[in-house]
């Protein structure tokens, strides 16, 4: 491709990103750092898919920040869902799945003269784009919203900046309405395009050019969205005011660079230039910039891989579902593209990854310091997907070929299906490689295919919201209590702010909701589950039964079951069940000893993957390229309880986030921290950052026993354990068993071991005579066999009962086919009131028509039972041994009858 781009500079990647941070930093925004590239507290979302997702609760209403503007470069994917880009990876040169969102907000503050003002020096003064290239949109109104055009915004384009005003176009609602979701905040947008022009061409020749904005070609280009967030969308699709009004922004870090590079493609800047020098060394080709088949497939691996990089540094795994299951589709349809087009047999994907690095491990340390971890997880699936690839694709090239030599032009959808069921082909490859070849896939076909394979056991639900927006409208943030000392942190008087009943006879699955100006249980966080308890009047009349407590952005939402009525503002007391939340904070100051001692053990590698909170048991799970060995895992147990019995006080502190990293606390990764953070501390030995609940002293877990240990899948490993009363009953199960152990061996338990030695030894010589009996007793059967079977018309025919079970039947018939190339005889065993039984045909038997498995419709009628095989071997097994009599008379009179 050549350069067509209306501006030419010298500046990075890096130097385009330091600069958008520090104009804004120098107008009071505050830099906040990248959120995960997966949102933790958000289900409606796979991924993150802009910049504002961090600051969704501020947007509802519920959250809140100590500061009103801000400003960062977040990871984003999009790859499924309304922002679905993923087919368009790799064909044109400005698509991603995964990509950098510049973006600035504020929050109440400043509103559109700021936001347009200064995004307008920040283009045309800053980095210096021609003026006379760029184009504005703004909102041009909606009949049925019954909201006017953004004249504001369209004002200050015109009065504010020297912008040509024949260059402020309106648009509607589908262009210049930015809304997230159903029901929620949105509001008009300005978006800001720029003419790249074609190549020596001057932008104001030719027709009105106008008519290229929003219209979808690589000529014109949108390079930032303004979006002016006024209104809240409601569950009956009208609009209410926002108390205050908000900015975001957003501006893809691609597609800025290769305009300031002045690149045609944002695959030829220096974003990508180092993947695609690794690439070439990997591969053996080098990157032309052009859209062959070879520059579509380094495209597509260098995208992919960056954004599997970054899910994978951030905590997500993959698997066959939601997010997981996404992740494993971008590795799958890589390596196809790197088997059939770059000619890459074995997994490369992985050797991809630390190119990744040196592009983003900068501004994203994260993928820096899970580059091996990142590396394992990569090479895992490209190793299990390659298991499958050859046969998968030489499956899909049969099928094509015959669905082309019979005219149609769609896949079978029940054989197009079999691609992801047999072969782990994702429903979208299997779609391209389609269209590769001029066909569809029959998605009735597919979806009916799809259907019947499920498994019936599988869960069918999916995420509701808590609360509506009509719901949520007006409610200010909780104030929870549950880190308070003494009874204030179980226990309160309070005012319910909003209850929602929903529960009735025919719904039992449905959950009541319940809000409370002030709140002493714990909502679900960093793997910690939710208190339960009750929420109740003095007087009896009202009585909520809290079964979950969740959080919606600074809202704590309680979960439950309601008894009666209650207005808003009404006086309510509620307790936390303290028997269940004491034994959930035992488990988590456990998980915090447990996390030192495996970094102790096996070293500073490990990071933490996930992990449950719970009052019946802890599980964690850990990076970690290999098995925990036996021994290691008494170290580690023995480990946590050395510091639990040492008894060192649990002291929490609230310190600001950058200094307790830089004293060493420990930031779990994935997780999203405020700038003020609680540290817990168990004597200096353990410091987390962490929220949760705990117990003040590390002596209450009392005992800490490891029940579980292995692997989840590649590079991540799961321990689980319990404290306290669960812990001793283990202990007491243990004792149980061994004494009972102990008295059928009859032997101490100290000589337990020696004892099943002992036994294993006498067993395996057990098994060593039996085996030579069985032996013995084959040859004698063969002698037997050879006697009683005789020659008629070219054939060795005959039926032998003999005592044998079925696998020493089968040795028998082995030999039994050595006596003659021609024969048809069947073989009936004895094992208690079993039958097992074999019959044998080849050579001239076959030629003339006898067919072994003929044999079950003889002999069933005898001896029942069943069994099947080929015309050559057929074999089976009836339940009834008094019937080997009469088997044989039937033989014996006619020795073929079996075959017929």
Not at 410 to 422: I, Q, R, S, V, W
Not at 449 to 475: C, N, P, T, V
């Amino acid at each position: 491709m050549t350069d067509s781009s209306p501006h030419t500079v010298t500046k990075t990647a890096a130097e385009i990103r330091r600069d958008f941070l520090a104009f804004f930093e120098q107008r009071a925004h505050r830099i906040v750092p990248s959120a995960p590239v997966f949102p933790q507290d958000d289900p409606t979302l796979l991924f993150t898919n802009a910049g504002m997702n961090q600051f969704k609760d501020v947007f509802l209403g519920s959250g809140k920040r100590d500061y009103t503007r801000a400003v960062d470069t977040q990871k984003c994917i999009r790859v499924s869902g309304k922002h679905n880009d993923l087919e368009e990876v790799g064909v044109d040169t400005y698509h991603h799945t995964f990509f950098e969102m510049l973006g600035n907000w504020s929050f109440g503050d400043y509103f559109k003269e700021d936001a347009i003002v200064w995004a307008w020096d920040l283009l045309t003064n800053v980095w210096g784009l021609p003026k006379d290239r760029i184009w504005v949109t703004v909102f041009g109104g909606d009949e049925e919203d019954g909201l006017p055009a953004d004249v504001d915004a369209e004002r200050i384009w015109r009065e504010k900046t020297d912008i040509d005003p024949a260059r402020v176009l309106r648009f509607g609602k589908g262009d210049n309405f930015w809304e997230m979701g159903d029901t929620g905040p949105c509001g008009p947008c300005s978006e800001i395009h720029i003419d790249r022009g074609p190549d020596g061409c001057d932008p104001t020749d030719g027709a009105d050019l106008a008519i290229g904005v929003n219209a979808g070609n690589e000529r014109f280009i949108e390079l930032w969205n303004l979006v002016f967030m006024e209104f809240n969308r409601m569950d009956d699709r009208s609009l209410v005011p926002l108390p205050a009004q908000h900015v975001d922004t957003g501006m893809g870090f691609e597609r800025i660079a290769s305009v300031l590079q002045g690149k045609s493609s944002n695959y030829d800047t220096d974003v990508f230039t180092p993947i695609f020098d690794r690439l070439t060394e990997v591969t053996g080709y080098a990157y032309a910039s052009g859209d062959d088949k070879k520059d579509i497939a380094f495209r597509v691996v260098a995208d992919h891989v960056r954004a599997v990089s970054a899910a994978f540094a951030d905590g997500a795994l993959p698997s066959n579902v939601g997010r997981g299951y996404v992740l494993r589709r971008l590795i799958r349809r890589a390596s196809r593209y790197g088997r059939q087009d770059l000619g890459m047999e074995e997994p490369f994907l992985f050797r991809v990854v630390s190119a990744v690095v040196t592009t983003l491990g900068d501004v994203f340390p994260e993928i820096a310091k899970r580059v091996e971890h990142v590396e394992v997880q990569v090479r895992a699936e490209e190793d299990a997907f390659g298991k499958t690839l050859g046969r998968g694709l030489v499956h899909f090239a049969e099928l094509a070929d015959r669905v082309e030599s019979a005219g149609k032009q769609a896949l079978p959808g029940d054989e197009a299906f079999d691609l992801y069921a047999t072969y782990g082909f994702p429903e979208d490859l299997v779609e391209l490689m389609a269209r590769e070849r001029s066909l569809a896939v029959d998605r009735d076909g597919w979806n009916a295919a799809r259907k019947k394979h499920q498994d019936a056991s599988r869960s069918a639900g999916s995420f509701k919201q808590l609360l509506s927006a009509d719901e949520l409208e007006g409610l200010p943030g909780t104030k929870s209590t549950y880190h308070a000392t003494g009874d204030e942190g179980h226990r309160a008087h309070t005012q319910v702010l909003r209850c929602v009943q929903r529960t009735t006879e025919s719904d039992e699955a449905a959950a009541d909701v319940l809000i409370l100006a002030t709140t002493p249980f714990y909502a679900e966080s960093g793997g910690q589950v939710g208190d339960t308890g009750v929420v109740e009047t003095d007087d009896g009349t009202f009585r909520f039964e809290v079964r979950d407590t969740q959080k919606l952005g600074a809202i704590v939402v309680h979960i439950g079951v309601a008894a009666g009525t209650i207005a808003e503002g009404q006086e309510v007391v509620a307790r936390v069940d303290m028997v269940r939340r004491g034994r959930t904070m035992k488990n988590h100051t456990a998980t915090h000893l447990l996390h030192r001692a495996l970094r102790e053990v096996l070293g500073d590698h490990v990071t933490q993957q996930g992990s449950y909170v719970g009052p019946d048991r802890l599980r964690f799970d850990l990076s970690h390229p290999s098995s925990i060995t036996d021994e290691e895992l008494e170290r580690i147990e023995a480990l946590v309880n050395t510091n639990v019995f040492a008894n060192a006080d649990v002291a929490t502190t609230e310190e600001e986030l950058e200094a307790a990293k830089a004293r060493g606390v420990v930031a779990l990764f994935g997780e999203k921290y405020d700038e003020r953070v609680r540290v817990v501390d168990v004597g200096g030995w353990s410091t987390e950052l962490c929220g949760g609940t705990h117990v003040h002293a590390a002596g209450d877990i009392g005992p800490f026993v490891i029940t579980s240990e292995g692997a989840i899948q590649a590079g991540v490993r799961r321990i689980e354990a319990v404290t306290g009363p669960e812990a001793l009953q283990v202990i007491q199960n243990q004792k149980r068993q061994l004494a009972e152990v102990s008295r059928t061996l009859k032997a101490a338990p100290d000589e337990i071991v020696p004892r099943i030695a002992e036994l294993q030894k006498k067993v395996k010589a057990a098994k060593k005579a039996e085996k030579a009996s069985s032996k013995a007793g084959v040859d004698a059967a063969f002698d037997a066999a050879r006697a009683a079977l005789t020659d008629a018309d070219g054939l060795l025919v005959g039926a032998v009962a003999l005592d044998l079970d079925g696998g020493a039947l089968r040795d028998l018939a082995a030999r039994v086919k050595s006596l003659s190339p021609d024969l048809a005889v069947v073989l009936v065993g004895r094992d208690g009131k079993k039958v097992p039984w074999i019959a044998l045909a080849q050579g001239a038997a076959i030629e003339r028509g006898l067919d072994a498995r003929k044999a079950p419709g003889f002999l069933a009628p005898h001896i029942g039972g069943g069994g099947g095989g080929k015309p050559e071997l057929a074999q089976g097994q009836g339940m009834r041994a008094d019937g080997r009599q009469a088997v044989l008379d039937g033989l014996a009179a006619d020795a073929l009858a079996c075959f017929r």
